[in-house]
């Protein structure tokens, strides 16, 4: 009982946290709400999605055990989380909207939709030099590995697609992806694996420029 009531009120969030009084609205595609509200960027979705699976954690914190590779997302946090992406896609979308929504769909379980998202953005004029590009698939493989369950195999076509982008501008980006693999492979106790993506890690980092390597 305790549960159901704490997944009512995550879900209750989730659906807010992704409305915004248009007065208050700042950036992304406007999609009038017949309330006068208007709908927020993707990136509250996401944030929408992680607070309803916290409320979920705490109802069994005391059996809960992290397993991302097998975790699952509740059915209810799936099915908020398809509601707000379709307003999202109802609006005109931005190339800044385009990573957070695949990260949404994700949640949803729709690993095809978050695919074309993640690459349409990659297509993007301003996502062809090194330095933004290695951002991107950062940012992609983080939220990758941060689903659940962690898609393993995905993050690391993009890390191999990663690997293959020249020049130093885009060792930020590889430094972040290791970072990410490596914290991943540690939670799940993986010591050949964390090895690996921390050499790759340190290997990335002496690309980095002495100034970036200073301010990242």
Same mark, same amino acid.
Request: charged letters at 25%; a neutral charge.
């Given at each position: 009982?305790?549960?159901?009531?704490?997944m009512?009120?995550?879900? #209750?969030l989730?659906?807010?946290a992704?409305?915004? *009084?248009t007065?208050a !609205?700042?950036?992304? *595609? /406007?999609?009038p709400? %017949?309330?006068?509200y208007?709908?927020?960027w *993707?990136?509250s979705c996401?944030?929408?999605?992680?607070?309803?699976?916290?409320?979920y954690?705490? #109802?069994?914190?005391?059996?809960a055990?992290?397993? %991302?590779?097998?975790?699952?997302?509740?059915?209810?946090?799936?099915?908020?989380?398809? /509601?707000?992406? $379709?307003?999202?896609?109802?609006?005109?979308?931005?190339?800044h909207?385009? =990573?957070?929504?695949?990260q949404?769909?994700? $949640?949803?379980?729709?690993?095809?939709? $978050?695919?074309s998202l993640?690459?349409?953005r990659?297509?993007q004029?301003d996502a062809?030099? *090194?330095?933004?590009?290695?951002?991107?698939?950062?940012?992609?493989? /983080?939220?990758?590995?941060?689903?659940?369950?962690?898609?393993?195999?995905a993050?690391?076509?993009y890390i191999a697609?990663?690997?293959k982008? %020249?020049g130093?501008?885009a060792?930020i980006?590889?430094?972040?992806?290791y970072?990410?693999?490596?914290?991943?492979? !540690?939670?799940?106790?993986n010591?050949?694996?964390?090895?690996?993506?921390?050499d790759?890690? =340190?290997?990335?980092?002496k690309?980095?420029?002495?100034?970036d !390597?200073? /301010?990242?």
């Amino acid at each position: 009982m305790r549960t159901t009531r704490m997944m009512g009120a995550a879900v #209750a969030l989730l659906s807010g946290a992704a409305l915004m *009084p248009t007065a208050a !609205r700042a950036q992304g *595609p /406007e999609t009038p709400e %017949p309330d006068g509200y208007t709908f927020y960027w *993707p990136g509250s979705c996401v944030e929408g999605a992680k607070r309803a699976k916290q409320f979920y954690w705490r #109802a069994r914190q005391d059996s809960a055990a992290w397993t %991302p590779a097998s975790d699952t997302t509740l059915d209810d946090v799936k099915r908020v989380a398809r /509601e707000c992406a $379709a307003k999202m896609e109802s609006g005109a979308l931005v190339a800044h909207d385009l =990573i957070p929504l695949g990260q949404v769909y994700l $949640a949803a379980g729709d690993d095809a939709r $978050a695919k074309s998202l993640f690459d349409r953005r990659l297509a993007q004029a301003d996502a062809q030099a *090194p330095g933004p590009r290695g951002w991107f698939m950062a940012q992609i493989v /983080e939220g990758l590995l941060a689903a659940l369950p962690a898609r393993t195999d995905a993050a690391l076509a993009y890390i191999a697609q990663l690997d293959k982008v %020249p020049g130093a501008e885009a060792a930020i980006g590889r430094v972040r992806a290791y970072d990410a693999l490596a914290i991943y492979y !540690r939670g799940m106790t993986n010591d050949a694996s964390i090895l690996k993506a921390s050499d790759s890690l =340190i290997s990335s980092g002496k690309e980095l420029s002495a100034r970036d !390597r200073i /301010e990242f």
